[in-house]
Structures are given as C-alpha cells and as structure tokens.
C-alpha cells in the first residue's frame, strides 16, 4: 500500500519528506538526508532493518530520483527538479547551505548575545490549502485510508519537521544552542511566502460568495484582512472534500517557482532592570514634560538613567517606572527611589556584576550631579510588581523648608512633635486639577517635626502616607487641605523647598563593599 501511495504522491509531485508527512511519519530522524540514504544503503546490502522502514526505503528508493530534490532552489533550478506541490520548497531546500546562511547571517547581523534560541515559522497561506487539496485527491483515489489524525496534524508536523532539520544546522553556524519544541527568550522568527499564494488563496475564498460578503462585513475578526490563516482554514473547513474536488478536479499544480523568505525577524524577550535613584536637582522633571506640544525643561530623570543604558544593551526601547514620582522642584534623598526598566528586545543580556557597576557609573557620570543611581540589578518580570505593590501603604518622608508671614514661636514649633496620626482631608490640589478628577482624599500625617532657622523660617520634617499632597499640606491650597499648617500654626505657611526621603524598598541593596572585600581576600590568599 505504501509503495502505491508513494507512487501516486511523487508522480503528481511531491518532494520525499512530503510523501513520509502523507504516509504518517513524524519522527524527525526520518527527514533527514543522512538517515534516507542510510536506509537506501542499509537495503542494498541486504541489511536488516525495521521492517515498516524497510518498506518506506526501498518504495521511496525506487520512486525517487536519487535524491534530486532535496538540494538548494538554485541547483534545482539547474537540474530542472520540480518545486514541490505540497511544501512549495521548504523541506526541499531545508537542508540548503543557502537557506542556512540566509537565515544565520540574519540572527549574526542581530549581534544578539543570547546563548540559546527557538524558531517560528509562518507559511504561505496558499500551502494549507494545497495540502488539503492533495488529501482530498489522496483519499478519493485510496478511499479506504485510516488518516485523520494525520491529515489534521499535517500542517504542524510540516513545521515541526522544518524546525528540527534547519535548527540545528543555524545553530552550528552561530554557535547557539537550538532548543526545540518551545519558545525561549531569543525567538527567530521566519515568515515565507509564495508568489501565487495570494492568488491561490482568493480563488478559494471565492468560492462562497455569500460567506465571503458576511465575512466582509466581520471587520474586527478579519482586521488584519480577509486572507488570513484562520479564513483558508474557516473556509476549508466548511467546504467538503465532495466540493473542493469538484472545484479543483485536478491535484495543485507545479509551481513555477518556490517558496521565499518574506521577514524574518530576530526578537529577544524583555530585560528588567531595578534599582534606586536619588535626585539632586530642583530643575529636573521625572518623566520628559509637555504642555501641549511644547516641551519644559530639556531632561528628565527617565531620560538621564534610560538612555544611558538603553545604548549599551542596545534595545529596541524602554519603559521606565517607579514607586512614586516626585515634583519638578523636589529633590529625592535617602536610599532613593525604586525604579524598574523594560528594555524591549534588548541584544546584549548578559552581564557580570562588573559590567552593572560599571553600567552604573556610566549613568552617574554622564548626569552630572543630577541624578544618582544605586544597587542597579537584572530582576524578573514577576517581580517588577513588587514596584507597584504596597506603594500605598509605605510611609514617606520630606524635609521641608517653609516660610511664614507671621513670626512663629519656637514653642509653637516645638508642639508640633505632639500631633500623631492627624487625618487630612485633600481636595484634589489646584496645580494638578487639569489631569486628576476632583475629589477629596484621606491622608495621614504620621508625625511633624520643625527646626526653627529664625522667625519666619523654620525647617519642617514629615513623616506621612504615601499620596499626601505635602505643598498643599503646608500652604492649605486656599483651604482644600484641613487640617493644615497655617491653620495649625494660625500663620499663613509656604513651601519654599522640598526633599523627598525614600526609606523602604523591595530593591536588594547590592554590597559593593563587602563584595570588594571578598574579592580582595581571594586575591591575596
Ligand atoms: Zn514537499
């Protein structure tokens, strides 16, 4: 049966790896070149093999040319070898020098440093379609064939095979490990197209007038157009065997030409990195900032940290986020305030501590005195959400410098170290009215201490919930925070500067020193 079935899938022609596909093999080993002429040499010489492979060899051996098709689309070309019907070329030529380099070159052109990769392949959307047409011709001549399983896992066992075959010839060339059957952060992904496939296809949608129309109208289904995978295998589906061969009374045709490389795109998954920064500038907003579409003030925290690094990881881009934010004009001290970086597609990943000191030092300097970054580190995805988290909940602390109409007693300073917990209520404050909704907003201060500096300044420390609007605290926002300073105090009160104290944070401190230390004792044993 198998010798009948060779003979009929080659003479309306079908490369040999596609035969083994139609016959129901699987098993990569089968595919490949070495092990078919193996098993032709095993057979010739009377050896014994596996009787279903005994079968396979020698009723492949006497079908095929030699093994004409499997060399590259240019030699085939020269020897007149037909492109196959079934894989338009791909498994032909998925041992070709010339497609592995084509698709090597592209990974080596990507200069990623990623140690491993995987690979996608997206296909013609005309060859799914001519498979089914060759099952429908297959199983009308042998109508008594057992072969649903196989002719539903056609189209995934075609790519699994390409995959396994080009694999790991790509991974010889770039020396990364090929690692099958999954996706790993380093992904190639390699889109092939024909140049018939479009016309191929639309014959088929055609074919149902009124299904066509309605599925016209389903714009956000079919958004990316109607000739998508899921429309051939919709339409192929809902068309019966009985139909597709009276509309096609004749297997696909030979293909003029083969298969071609549409895109093919190396991607690498994101890269985090977290840390804390510390600003020092009264000038620098955090975020770049525009009003309208003019642009304040020439930097910004995410600028000076982000870009920095984004050129020596050589992303694509960056998503910058932190716990909190601060004004333009406060400064943020202490431990610093945690950020985390999205580097997407990033092509350098792998760094030793080192190279993070010294990514570090490159942000340090190149901002001047404005922006300081600490414990820089690689985190995972999972625990960027630590960075969101609790946000709420942390305390916060600010050192202030405040100015009053009135001069104050040192004595009425010194009272404030006994107000705990006072509840404020926060109207949304005027200054951010244009991009918050109005509402009033509970906060906590949790302790107020002052220094007085003379009689109508003083220095202000607070130790607050995390969200309390600290400006409006002082100054009363024309009474939409109360309680508040002035009306504490009974002076009017203004900010005149304002740091902000990160205390917590879910960023491992890194020990530079201790690690020098370490270094330096293994040096000198
Ligand atoms: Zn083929």
């Not at 596609?18 to 010489?45: A, D, M, P, R, W």
């Not at 890269?271 to 579409?293: D, I």
Request: hydrophobic share 35%.
């Amino acid at each position: 049966m198998e010798s009948e079935l060779t003979s009929y899938l080659s003479g309306i022609g079908c490369c040999w790896r596609c035969i083994l596909v139609y016959l129901g093999y699987s098993k990569q080993e089968y595919f490949s070149s070495n092990h078919h002429s193996n098993l032709e040499t095993e057979i010739l010489n009377g050896e014994t093999v596996d009787m279903k492979e005994k079968t396979l060899g020698s009723s492949l051996a006497s079908n095929m040319t030699n093994k004409m098709d499997i060399i590259s689309a240019s030699v085939c070309k020269k020897l007149r070898v037909s492109v196959c019907i079934s894989c338009l070329g791909l498994l032909q030529t998925c041992e070709s020098t010339e497609v592995i380099k084509k698709l090597s070159d592209a990974v080596r052109e990507g200069d990623f440093d990623a140690k491993s990769f995987s690979l996608g392949l997206s296909l013609p959307l005309s060859l799914p379609f001519r498979i089914h047409l060759i099952w429908a011709h297959l199983l009308k001549k042998f109508s008594d064939l057992q072969v649903e399983e196989t002719r539903r896992n056609h189209v995934g066992v075609l790519k699994d095979i390409w995959r396994s075959l080009v694999g790991p010839q790509i991974s010889l060339d770039i020396d990364k490990e090929y690692v099958s059957g999954q996706l790993v952060d380093f992904n190639l992904v390699v889109q092939t197209d024909h140049p018939d496939s479009e016309e191929e296809s639309l014959i088929l949608v055609k074919i149902d007038d009124q299904k066509l129309k309605l599925r016209q109208k389903q714009t956000r289904k079919y958004s990316e157009g109607l000739l998508t995978n899921q429309f051939i295998k919709d339409t192929l589906s809902e068309i019966g065997d009985e139909k597709v061969l009276h509309i096609f009374p004749d297997p696909p045709s030979v293909p003029n030409e083969q298969f071609f490389f549409k895109q093919i795109t190396c991607t690498h998954a994101s890269l985090y990195l977290a840390g804390r920064y510390n600003k020092y500038s009264r000038t620098l907003p955090q975020t770049p900032w525009f009003v309208s579409e003019d642009r304040r003030f020439n930097s910004s925290v995410q600028e000076l940290i982000c870009e920095p690094l984004k050129k020596s990881i050589r992303s694509e881009g960056y998503k910058f986020s932190s716990s909190g934010r601060e004004d333009v004009d406060v400064r943020c001290l202490g431990r610093g305030r945690p950020f985390v970086i999205e580097f997407t597609n990033p092509h350098r990943i792998h760094f030793d501590d080192d190279f993070m000191q010294v990514l570090q030092e490159e942000v340090n300097i190149s901002s001047g005195d404005l922006v300081r970054i600490k414990d820089l580190q690689i985190i995972n995805k999972k625990d960027t959400s630590n960075l969101k988290e609790g946000e709420d909940e942390k305390t916060k602390s600010y050192c202030a410098l405040c100015f009053s109409t009135k001069s104050i007693q040192p004595e009425a300073l010194e009272n404030l170290q006994t107000i705990k917990d006072l509840v404020l209520d926060q109207m949304t404050p005027l200054r951010v009215l244009h991009r918050r909704p109005l509402s009033v907003r509970k906060r906590v201060v949790h302790s107020i201490r002052a220094e007085s500096i003379d009689e109508k300044f003083f220095r202000l420390f607070l130790n607050t919930q995390a969200g309390t609007y600290i400006k409006e605290f002082v100054h009363g926002d024309f009474g939409r925070t109360t309680p508040n300073l002035g009306s504490i105090l009974g002076a009017k009160c203004d900010i005149i500067a304002l740091d902000v104290e990160v205390k917590k944070s879910f960023i491992a401190v890194i020990d530079v020193y201790n690690k020098c230390t370490a270094r330096l004792a293994t040096i000198a044993k």
